[in-house]
């Protein structure tokens, strides 16, 4: 009897061991974005800061990571992860523009298009100078992989907001 006790105690501390090893493995995949924010792992790539820089071109918040360094290979590429609802503004790229989804379900718009459901392991290749938005869908977060194209001569060119309810009907 009493052997059972020590197994069924040595059995109980270890599921407890366990839950906590766990628990602490799950915060670490998470990052903490402020009291009432944590954004979720979606994919394999790094999610890395608040994206404050372009901030003010985004409805909602989202985060970047560069993922290329060697500017002589020149293919910049970064993840950007979307909160839910998340998107960008209307914009043109001169050089074009590639994006991969990686996580999560988000959305891609051609001005004059209907949007196009994004899902990992989706690729969107954007001829230069095409308006467009992308980002997340209303309950999900998204993560794409962004890739510039001709980046010598590539600049971005920001334009409007999508506004809610170009958004609503985009995603339905």
Request: glycine residues 8%.
């Amino acid at each position: 009897m009493k052997k059972k006790k020590i197994i069924t105690l040595f059995f109980a501390s270890m599921i407890i061991i366990t839950g906590c090893t766990n628990q602490g493995k799950q915060e670490q995949n998470q990052k903490t974005v402020d009291m009432n924010t944590e954004v979720p792992e979606i994919s394999d790539f790094s999610i890395g800061e608040e994206n404050t820089a372009y901030a003010q071109y985004f409805s909602g918040k989202s985060w970047l990571a560069s993922l290329t360094k060697m500017s002589e290979l020149n293919v910049p590429m970064s993840n950007v992860t979307f909160e839910p609802g998340c998107r960008n503004n209307w914009h043109s790229h001169t050089g074009g523009q590639i994006l991969v989804a990686v996580g999560g379900i988000g959305y891609y718009q051609e001005r004059g298009k209907a949007a196009v459901r994004m899902e990992p392991g989706d690729v969107i290749e954007i001829a230069p100078n095409i308006e467009h938005w992308h980002g997340a869908a209303p309950n999900s977060w998204f993560s794409h992989l962004a890739i510039a194209c001709n980046p010598q001569t590539n600049e971005n060119i920001w334009l409007e907001p999508v506004s809610d309810e170009d958004y609503t009907v985009a995603v339905k």
